[in-house]
């Protein structure tokens, strides 16, 4: 049985209303499954986890990449339901995920909504009144990345900003994992960094720079899922699209 399972689930988008699949991840310790990102009910993740012969009662860990709603969504119910389970993010995001600080994307709904002509104010409205209906979730474990842990063989933090402010990515040392978060975005067997939901694009690859110092035998994306083709030539051309 494969130690990391790809998981599908889905969430609501914000501006569509619309059922879009996302790609948390379950790894699999000997200390009990490490689940990195939401994006789903208790119910979901646990059918998904079942079906990858994965039990979710052994949940210890759940590590966050960032606060965007499709990352954190079912991430309170998810600590109602397992109480143990450690939630884990760096300490810039986790500040959003406890609802210290309004989202990013809240706060620029708010912007368009005081720029938005009269016409567009229900429109605006309402995106304000989703983001910020999301329910928050406190973070156990506040991490100052780059750093590591022992699970799975060695996992290591690194710090990949620019999507968010304090996005991270995880890498599993073992099996030449990386897990991008939304450093990386997959759509068509292509991979890039998205422009329309990135704060800072310079950052942003700055972040993804890094990914060539390691060796990568496989790539995981929270939209898109897992890339197949070649990573190394892949993350260069990232790099040089303009």
């Known amino acids: 049985m494969d130690r990391i399972a790809v998981l599908t689930t889905y969430y609501t988008s914000a501006k569509s209303r619309a059922l879009l699949p996302v790609h948390p991840v379950l790894l699999k310790d000997v200390s009990g499954l490490i689940l990195v990102d939401c994006g789903g009910t208790p119910d979901a993740i646990r059918e998904q986890a079942f079906q990858k012969e994965m039990d979710l009662n052994t949940l210890s860990r759940v590590i966050i990449t960032h606060h965007d709603?499709?990352?954190?969504?079912?991430?309170?119910?998810?600590?109602?339901?397992?109480?143990?389970?450690?939630?884990?993010?760096?300490?810039?995001?986790?500040?959003?995920?406890?609802?210290?600080?309004?989202?990013?994307?809240?706060?620029?709904?708010?912007?368009?909504?005081?720029?938005?002509?009269?016409?567009?104010?229900?429109?605006?409205?309402?995106?304000?009144?989703?983001?910020?209906?999301?329910?928050?979730?406190?973070?156990?474990?506040?991490?100052?990345?780059?750093?590591s842990f022992p699970w799975c063989g060695g996992l290591d933090i690194l710090s990949t900003p620019g999507h968010m402010p304090g996005h991270i990515s995880v890498y599993v040392k073992e099996s030449g994992t990386l897990i991008a978060g939304d450093a990386l975005v997959l759509e068509n067997g292509r991979l890039f960094i998205d422009p329309a939901h990135t704060l800072d694009m310079r950052q942003a690859k700055e972040s993804v720079r890094q990914f060539l110092d390691l060796d990568i035998r496989r790539l995981i994306c929270y939209h898109g899922g897992e890339f197949t083709g070649p990573v190394r030539d892949s993350v260069r051309a990232v790099l040089t699209e303009e």
Not at 136 to 141: C, G, N, R
């Open 69 to 147: 709603q499709d990352h954190i969504y079912g991430l309170a119910d998810l600590k109602q339901a397992y109480p143990k389970v450690k939630v884990i993010a760096s300490r810039t995001e986790a500040e959003y995920i406890g609802g210290k600080k309004d989202f990013e994307r809240l706060r620029q709904a708010k912007e368009l909504y005081d720029a938005a002509p009269h016409g567009r104010k229900q429109e605006s409205r309402a995106l304000i009144e989703f983001y910020a209906s999301i329910e928050k979730a406190d973070a156990d474990v506040l991490l100052d990345p780059p750093g």
